[in-house]
């Protein structure tokens, strides 16, 4: 929570991690991003964060937003070439819905990225 996160224009069904291929495309812009920002340095570490509604139990929903993450992380990597080292995933279940927590609002059904290079440097540093 320390960096800035973006939200992703990419809201998934229930149950589902799957990307649709007009999904896959919208990948493009951050992709482009993150690139851009690799090529400048190297080290540059991005997370990519998988989020779910609070429709199930919380262990699944955490299974469900690993799931979600990581299918990102592979179509950023294999439509767009982010190398995979510079990417790591994490699911954060419904721990932050961006809605209701009683429904199912799709929007809470998401994917974020996090340029988190700035809180690596600092352990690294210590």
């Keep these: 929570e320390y960096m800035p996160r973006i939200d992703l224009d990419i809201n998934f069904a229930t149950g589902s991690w799957q990307l649709s291929p007009s999904q896959v495309d919208e990948l493009s812009v951050i992709a482009q991003g993150i690139n851009r920002a690799i090529d400048s340095n190297p ?4 997370l ?20 979600r993450a990581e299918a990102v992380a592979v179509a950023l990597t294999e439509e767009f070439d ?3 080292e510079n990417l790591f995933t994490q699911g954060d279940g419904e721990e ?11 929007e809470s059904r998401r994917v974020a990225v996090r340029r988190i290079t700035p809180l690596i440097d600092k352990v690294a540093t210590r």
């Design 96 to 106: 932050y819905l961006k809605s209701d927590p009683g429904g199912a609002p799709r």
């Design 82 to 84: 982010v190398p995979p």
């Design 43 to 46: 080290s540059e570490v991005f």
């Design 48 to 67: 990519v964060e998988g989020h779910t509604d609070a429709v199930g139990s919380q262990d699944d929903n955490l299974s469900l937003s690993d799931r």
